[in-house]
Antibody, heavy 118, light 110 residues
Framework: EVQLVETGGGLIQPGGSLRLSCAAS????????MTWVRQAPEKGLEWVSI???????YYADSVKGRFTISRDISKNTLYLEMNSLRAEDTAVYYC????????????WGQGTLVTVSS | QSVLTQPPSVSGAPGQRVTISCTGS?????????VHWYQQFPGTAPRLLIY???NRPSGVPDRFSGSKSGTSASLAITGLQAEDEADYYC??????????FGTGTKVTVL
Protein backbone atom coordinates (compact mmCIF):
# COMPACT_ATOMS: atom_id res chain seq x y z
CA GLU A 1 0.00 0.00 0.00
CA VAL A 2 1.21 3.48 -0.90
CA GLN A 3 2.38 5.52 2.09
CA LEU A 4 3.17 9.22 2.48
CA VAL A 5 4.61 10.66 5.70
CA GLU A 6 5.01 14.41 6.18
CA THR A 7 7.43 15.96 8.65
CA GLY A 8 8.90 19.37 9.34
CA GLY A 9 5.97 21.35 10.67
CA GLY A 10 6.18 23.52 13.75
CA LEU A 11 5.92 27.00 15.19
CA ILE A 12 7.68 29.69 13.19
CA GLN A 13 7.72 33.48 13.44
CA PRO A 14 6.29 35.66 10.67
CA GLY A 15 8.90 36.22 7.98
CA GLY A 16 10.63 32.97 8.79
CA SER A 17 11.32 29.89 6.70
CA LEU A 18 10.49 26.22 7.02
CA ARG A 19 10.98 23.10 4.91
CA LEU A 20 8.41 20.34 4.87
CA SER A 21 9.29 16.81 3.81
CA CYS A 22 7.08 14.04 2.50
CA ALA A 23 8.64 10.58 2.46
CA ALA A 24 7.03 8.16 0.04
CA SER A 25 6.88 4.37 0.14
CA UNK A 26 5.90 1.73 -2.43
CA UNK A 27 5.95 4.08 -5.40
CA UNK A 28 8.45 6.42 -7.02
CA UNK A 29 8.02 10.15 -6.40
CA UNK A 30 10.05 11.15 -9.46
CA UNK A 31 7.75 9.17 -11.75
CA UNK A 32 4.62 10.66 -10.25
CA UNK A 33 2.75 13.93 -10.10
CA MET A 34 2.88 15.18 -6.52
CA THR A 35 1.01 18.00 -4.82
CA TRP A 36 0.83 19.92 -1.58
CA VAL A 37 -2.60 20.80 -0.20
CA ARG A 38 -3.17 22.83 2.95
CA GLN A 39 -6.02 23.37 5.38
CA ALA A 40 -6.15 26.37 7.68
CA PRO A 41 -7.78 25.83 11.09
CA GLU A 42 -11.51 25.31 10.72
CA LYS A 43 -11.25 26.04 6.98
CA GLY A 44 -11.45 24.09 3.75
CA LEU A 45 -8.82 22.45 1.58
CA GLU A 46 -6.60 24.65 -0.58
CA TRP A 47 -4.37 23.40 -3.37
CA VAL A 48 -0.86 24.84 -2.95
CA SER A 49 1.57 23.41 -5.49
CA ILE A 50 2.31 20.61 -7.94
CA UNK A 51 5.43 19.06 -9.42
CA UNK A 52 5.06 17.08 -12.62
CA UNK A 53 6.95 13.88 -13.26
CA UNK A 54 8.94 15.85 -15.86
CA UNK A 55 9.85 18.39 -13.19
CA UNK A 56 7.61 21.33 -14.09
CA UNK A 57 6.25 23.17 -11.07
CA TYR A 58 3.17 25.30 -10.50
CA TYR A 59 1.87 27.25 -7.53
CA ALA A 60 -1.28 28.85 -6.19
CA ASP A 61 -1.19 32.63 -6.44
CA SER A 62 -1.25 32.86 -2.64
CA VAL A 63 2.20 31.24 -2.34
CA LYS A 64 3.84 32.03 -5.68
CA GLY A 65 7.30 33.50 -5.22
CA ARG A 66 7.51 32.37 -1.58
CA PHE A 67 7.14 28.57 -1.71
CA THR A 68 9.20 26.08 -3.72
CA ILE A 69 8.27 22.47 -4.39
CA SER A 70 11.04 19.99 -5.12
CA ARG A 71 11.98 16.32 -4.80
CA ASP A 72 14.98 14.15 -4.00
CA ILE A 73 15.15 11.08 -6.20
CA SER A 74 17.64 9.24 -4.00
CA LYS A 75 15.47 9.71 -0.92
CA ASN A 76 12.13 9.28 -2.72
CA THR A 77 10.99 12.39 -0.90
CA LEU A 78 8.96 15.48 -1.80
CA TYR A 79 9.70 18.86 -0.26
CA LEU A 80 8.03 22.23 0.22
CA GLU A 81 10.37 25.09 1.02
CA MET A 82 8.38 27.94 2.57
CA ASN A 83 9.86 31.42 2.89
CA SER A 84 8.53 34.79 4.04
CA LEU A 85 5.89 33.01 6.05
CA ARG A 86 2.75 34.87 7.05
CA ALA A 87 0.09 34.26 9.67
CA GLU A 88 -2.29 33.21 6.90
CA ASP A 89 0.04 30.34 5.99
CA THR A 90 -0.89 28.66 9.27
CA ALA A 91 -2.39 25.33 8.27
CA VAL A 92 -2.05 21.59 8.19
CA TYR A 93 -0.04 20.74 5.09
CA TYR A 94 -0.76 17.49 3.27
CA CYS A 95 1.25 15.94 0.49
CA UNK A 96 -0.66 13.85 -2.01
CA UNK A 97 -0.02 11.80 -5.11
CA UNK A 98 -1.95 13.03 -8.13
CA UNK A 99 -3.29 10.98 -11.01
CA UNK A 100 -2.74 13.55 -13.72
CA UNK A 101 -5.23 12.15 -16.23
CA UNK A 102 -8.14 13.29 -14.09
CA UNK A 103 -6.45 15.32 -11.30
CA UNK A 104 -7.38 12.74 -8.70
CA UNK A 105 -5.51 12.89 -5.40
CA UNK A 106 -5.39 9.15 -4.87
CA UNK A 107 -3.10 8.95 -1.83
CA TRP A 108 -2.64 11.38 1.04
CA GLY A 109 -0.23 11.79 3.92
CA GLN A 110 -1.40 12.38 7.47
CA GLY A 111 -0.45 16.06 7.39
CA THR A 112 1.93 18.29 9.33
CA LEU A 113 0.91 21.46 11.17
CA VAL A 114 2.61 24.75 10.45
CA THR A 115 1.87 27.61 12.83
CA VAL A 116 3.09 31.09 11.94
CA SER A 117 2.94 33.30 14.99
CA SER A 118 5.09 35.62 17.08
CA GLN B 1 -10.11 31.33 -3.56
CA SER B 2 -12.33 28.24 -4.03
CA VAL B 3 -14.11 28.30 -7.38
CA LEU B 4 -16.30 25.33 -6.52
CA THR B 5 -19.21 26.27 -4.27
CA GLN B 6 -20.83 23.87 -1.80
CA PRO B 7 -23.49 24.48 0.85
CA PRO B 8 -21.82 25.01 4.25
CA SER B 9 -23.96 22.35 5.90
CA VAL B 10 -26.62 19.74 5.31
CA SER B 11 -28.39 17.57 7.84
CA GLY B 12 -30.71 14.62 7.98
CA ALA B 13 -32.12 11.97 10.24
CA PRO B 14 -30.72 8.45 10.18
CA GLY B 15 -31.99 6.59 7.15
CA GLN B 16 -32.76 9.71 5.16
CA ARG B 17 -31.21 10.79 1.88
CA VAL B 18 -29.11 13.94 1.70
CA THR B 19 -27.42 15.56 -1.28
CA ILE B 20 -24.48 17.94 -1.49
CA SER B 21 -24.12 20.18 -4.51
CA CYS B 22 -20.86 21.39 -6.02
CA THR B 23 -21.31 24.33 -8.37
CA GLY B 24 -18.53 25.28 -10.74
CA SER B 25 -18.18 27.07 -14.07
CA UNK B 26 -17.17 26.69 -17.69
CA UNK B 27 -13.48 26.63 -16.76
CA UNK B 28 -13.74 23.57 -14.54
CA UNK B 29 -16.72 21.22 -14.25
CA UNK B 30 -18.44 22.74 -17.28
CA UNK B 31 -15.30 22.18 -19.36
CA UNK B 32 -15.69 18.45 -18.86
CA UNK B 33 -13.12 17.89 -16.12
CA UNK B 34 -13.86 15.08 -13.72
CA VAL B 35 -15.18 15.70 -10.22
CA HIS B 36 -13.98 13.78 -7.18
CA TRP B 37 -15.34 13.72 -3.65
CA TYR B 38 -13.46 13.35 -0.36
CA GLN B 39 -14.69 12.66 3.15
CA GLN B 40 -12.83 14.12 6.10
CA PHE B 41 -13.21 13.45 9.82
CA PRO B 42 -11.83 15.95 12.36
CA GLY B 43 -8.07 15.70 12.75
CA THR B 44 -7.61 13.27 9.88
CA ALA B 45 -6.58 13.47 6.24
CA PRO B 46 -9.20 13.49 3.48
CA ARG B 47 -10.34 10.09 2.27
CA LEU B 48 -11.35 9.44 -1.34
CA LEU B 49 -15.06 8.76 -1.55
CA ILE B 50 -16.02 9.15 -5.23
CA TYR B 51 -13.73 9.49 -8.25
CA UNK B 52 -14.39 10.27 -11.88
CA UNK B 53 -17.79 11.79 -11.13
CA UNK B 54 -19.60 8.60 -10.17
CA ASN B 55 -17.16 5.82 -9.27
CA ARG B 56 -16.66 4.36 -5.80
CA PRO B 57 -13.28 3.02 -4.67
CA SER B 58 -13.34 -0.41 -3.12
CA GLY B 59 -14.44 -0.25 0.49
CA VAL B 60 -16.77 2.73 0.08
CA PRO B 61 -20.38 1.78 0.88
CA ASP B 62 -22.83 1.90 -1.99
CA ARG B 63 -25.00 4.38 -0.12
CA PHE B 64 -22.60 7.02 -1.47
CA SER B 65 -23.11 8.04 -5.10
CA GLY B 66 -21.99 10.87 -7.34
CA SER B 67 -23.29 12.56 -10.44
CA LYS B 68 -22.37 15.42 -12.72
CA SER B 69 -24.35 17.61 -15.08
CA GLY B 70 -23.36 20.79 -16.83
CA THR B 71 -21.37 23.00 -14.50
CA SER B 72 -22.37 21.16 -11.31
CA ALA B 73 -21.90 17.88 -9.52
CA SER B 74 -23.65 16.22 -6.61
CA LEU B 75 -22.90 13.72 -3.89
CA ALA B 76 -25.81 11.74 -2.49
CA ILE B 77 -25.89 9.75 0.71
CA THR B 78 -28.85 7.39 0.92
CA GLY B 79 -29.70 5.68 4.18
CA LEU B 80 -27.76 8.21 6.22
CA GLN B 81 -25.86 6.73 9.17
CA ALA B 82 -24.33 8.31 12.27
CA GLU B 83 -20.86 7.41 11.02
CA ASP B 84 -21.40 9.58 7.94
CA GLU B 85 -21.16 12.73 10.04
CA ALA B 86 -18.10 14.43 8.54
CA ASP B 87 -16.94 17.14 6.17
CA TYR B 88 -17.20 16.54 2.42
CA TYR B 89 -15.24 18.24 -0.35
CA CYS B 90 -15.58 18.14 -4.11
CA UNK B 91 -12.50 18.64 -6.27
CA UNK B 92 -11.77 19.16 -9.94
CA UNK B 93 -9.34 20.84 -12.31
CA UNK B 94 -9.67 24.44 -13.42
CA UNK B 95 -7.99 25.73 -16.56
CA UNK B 96 -7.19 29.03 -14.81
CA UNK B 97 -5.98 27.97 -11.39
CA UNK B 98 -5.14 24.22 -11.72
CA UNK B 99 -6.33 22.18 -8.75
CA UNK B 100 -9.50 23.36 -7.09
CA PHE B 101 -11.41 22.13 -4.10
CA GLY B 102 -14.95 22.93 -3.12
CA THR B 103 -15.73 25.12 -0.13
CA GLY B 104 -16.70 22.06 1.91
CA THR B 105 -19.95 20.81 3.46
CA LYS B 106 -20.49 19.60 7.01
CA VAL B 107 -22.97 16.74 7.21
CA THR B 108 -24.81 16.43 10.50
CA VAL B 109 -26.85 13.38 11.42
CA LEU B 110 -29.77 14.50 13.57
Amino acid sequence: EVQLVETGGGLIQPGGSLRLSCAASRFTVSSSYMTWVRQAPEKGLEWVSIIYSAGHTYYADSVKGRFTISRDISKNTLYLEMNSLRAEDTAVYYCARLRFSDWLHDSWGQGTLVTVSS
Amino acid sequence: QSVLTQPPSVSGAPGQRVTISCTGSSSNIGAGYDVHWYQQFPGTAPRLLIYGNDNRPSGVPDRFSGSKSGTSASLAITGLQAEDEADYYCQSYDSSVSGVFGTGTKVTVL
